[in-house]
């Protein structure tokens, strides 16, 4: 039998993650635990590589830890968000790497702070979007790093997000329409208007409210792109060239799937750079300073690469060499001569290269979790199905390890529904893949109807399907695996989080007969509640949300209709529910009006709420409790393994 991997070494804290170079490229930083808690290391860089035996840690994070970071152009403060509890209220946090001092950019109780913008034209300054004056919308304020000063530049009348360009000027923004579409508005200049005259912040919260023209006063905003509702999901603007002439946008106008163009600020014009009819182009590798696309990413049953620009051919080509996984460059240094390489493997951890340009080669950094080479882990393999209405449904499925000789058959199987659901499950390393795996499971992933990635009309096809079509996807992923012979029919589990945890509730309230039980993660039980409870900074993508799932204004039957809670009594089957007492999106009321409804029909129930998580379990000792219960749980009704 294959050895049980501890919950600790799939679940438990990284050894290391995320390495970040210092502009000058003289200094890496990392995440790594101090004392059980991740906290950002870092160490010098010299001609010899890493000095790792002069790392030291920076933060002092003894709480939640620190799960992301970036380098301020200066080279000098290391920036960081960090929340309370899970409560996503970010706060924007500094640490200046020459003395250690830290500070609390952000000293606001309740407000949300984002980094909208740092470059290399303006080192000693950050962008950051806050919600300070206007719960629902955040406006743009500069911050010095050298004194700590924040000064409003835009007082936010209603849009959903802010670009700038490579001169720190904010240039281009989202605004929402009442249909849930977006005018993608720019102007020439950040000259006018930035005085936070352009629009009343204090009331046009409701994206049914603003952008009607892109008209915002004299601020010389106007619509460069109209962006339908339907296209929305497969858009994204990524950049404005390094000159500021033009938009990087990845756009589903005029295809079904999202294609990487070019658009002329000053006449509209468009230019297509890359597209693919079956899925949208998922980002671009821009150069640092021109911000033309270098390498374009395309993400099917695993990315591929369309590489553009000749002059990084050759270092895409040795980066290729240096791991058999899917490659993502993560940072470079100022001089673009060192690149940072991450490699996703489905078999294996992360694993980080630093790339020399100039010799074209690669040196290992670190994995991100050592320990999963003494045990057998399983790939990660690519399926498709035909649903029921003629949609094809992509997937993925992970096969527990085997004897030789034992086929693949009548296998306990459990269906891990992602979350989102605009949103989508890829190909690499998944803990939870492999946990299941590794307890004798066959774990199903399914890209059900309303992912991303397929192109426009997928998305679509999700619309108003909560419960319905979106639910007989999954439905029908199990019938497919049933009919493979690789599941046993009898013994199929339910699992997921947060629309994933809905996905479960429906499967054991909608169709109990087919599966033997279910694992609900901050899932939502009743649709009009979780749409009246939506966290205010929603505001502005409300209209694309009730589109997507329905308006609970005029829609409270349908929704209660597509609602778990609403037909909590047919439940025949045990579940397993956990919930985070501070989730600003899938409410502590969710799991609590669920559970109170299975305790009253005497329904065979576990609940576990977690006083300091939010939307999902950042702390250790957290997730490895859920999952402690999670594994005894499975076992119980399916009969895989677990550890005491």
């Given amino acids: 039998m294959t050895e049980l991997i501890p919950r600790e070494v799939l679940f438990g804290n990284p050894e290391r993650i995320s390495p970040r170079l210092s502009p000058g490229g003289t200094r890496l930083a990392w995440i790594a635990p101090l004392n059980g808690v991740l906290n950002v290391w870092m160490a010098p860089v010299g001609s010899a590589g890493v000095d790792w035996d002069a790392a030291t840690v920076i933060t002092d994070d003894t709480d939640r830890g620190i799960r992301k970071f970036m380098w301020a152009e200066d080279g ?30 952000t000293p606001y109780d309740g407000i949300q702070a984002r980094i909208i913008a740092a470059k290399k034209s303006h080192p000693g300054e950050v962008l950051v979007g806050m919600n300070r004056d206007n719960p629902q919308l955040h406006d743009v304020y500069r911050l010095s790093l050298e004194s700590g000063e924040l000064v409003k530049e835009i007082s936010n009348p209603g849009y959903a997000g802010w670009m700038a360009d490579e001169d720190m000027v904010v240039r281009a923004a989202l605004s929402p329409l009442p249909d849930g579409g977006f005018d993608l508005l720019v102007r020439d200049s950040g000259d006018s208007g930035d005085s936070g005259e352009s629009g009343d912040s204090g009331d046009s919260g409701d994206s049914g409210d ?28 990524l950049s404005f060239s390094g000159d500021g002439g033009s938009l990087l946008f990845i756009s589903a106008d005029g295809s079904d799937t999202g294609r990487l163009v070019r658009i002329d600020i000053a006449s509209g014009a468009v230019e297509l750079l890359v597209e693919d009819p079956e899925a949208d182009v998922a980002g671009a590798i821009l150069h640092p300073d021109t911000r033309e696309p270098q390498i374009v990413e395309v993400l099917k049953d695993r990315t591929e690469y369309h590489v553009l620009d000749p002059a990084v051919e050759a270092d895409f080509k040795a980066i290729r060499e240096l791991h058999p996984g899917d490659p993502q460059i993560v940072d470079r240094d100022q001089a673009d001569t060192t690149w940072l390489v991450a490699f996703t493997d489905d078999a294996g951890p992360g694993r980080y290269f630093s790339y020399d340009r100039g010799s074209r080669t690669g040196s290992f950094l670190f994995d991100s979790r050592p320990d999963l080479a003494r045990y057998e882990l399983a790939p990660m393999e690519p399926f498709s199905y035909t649903a029921r209405d003629g949609l094809v449904i992509h997937g993925y ?6 004897p030789p000789g034992m086929p693949r058959s009548g296998l306990p199987t459990v269906l891990n529904v992602h979350g989102g659901p605009q949103a989508r499950d890829s190909w690499g390393f998944d803990p939870e893949a492999q946990w299941l795996a590794n307890r004798g499971y066959l774990c199903v992933q399914v890209n059900y109807r309303g992912s991303t990635g397929y192109g426009k009309s997928f998305v679509a096809a999700g619309d108003r399907e909560w419960g319905a079509k979106m639910h007989d996807d999954l439905l029908d992923a199990v019938a497919f695996v049933v009919s493979a012979g690789w599941a046993d029919s009898s013994r199929v589990a339910i699992y997921g989080g947060s629309y994933g945890g809905y996905a479960a509730l429906v499967g054991a309230a909608f169709t109990p007969d087919v599966f033997r039980c279910a694992v609900d993660i901050v899932g939502p039980s009743n649709l009009k509640t979780l749409l009246e409870t939506i966290p205010p900074y929603w505001a502005p993508l409300r209209a694309q949300l009730y589109k997507r799932v329905g ?82 749980f499975l076992a119980k009704h399916l009969g895989g393994r677990a550890l005491d």
């Fill in 76 to 105: 000098r403060h290391l920036l960081y968000e960090q929340d309370a509890g899970g409560d996503e209220n970010w706060r924007l946090y500094d640490v200046d790497v020459t003395t250690m001092a830290r500070r609390d950019l």
């Fill in 210 to 237: 603003s952008g009607e023209s892109g008209d915002s006063g004299d601020s010389g905003w106007r619509t460069l792109l109209r962006i339908s509702a339907d296209d929305a999901p497969s858009s994204d603007a």
């Fill in 397 to 402: 499925v992970t096969f527990p390890p085997l």
């Fill in 551 to 632: 308006d609970p204004s005029v829609d409270a039957e349908f929704l209660w209709s597509r609602s778990p809670l609403s037909r909590a009594g047919d439940i025949r089957i045990p579940l397993l529910i956990a919930q985070g007492a501070n989730d600003p999106r899938v409410k502590q009321a969710e799991s609590e009006q669920i559970v109170a409804a299975l305790k009253a029909a005497g329904i065979d129930h576990e609940y576990m709420l977690f006083p300091d998580e939010g939307h999902g379990f950042a702390k250790p000792a957290n997730r490895l409790k859920f999952y402690a219960a999670a594994e005894r």
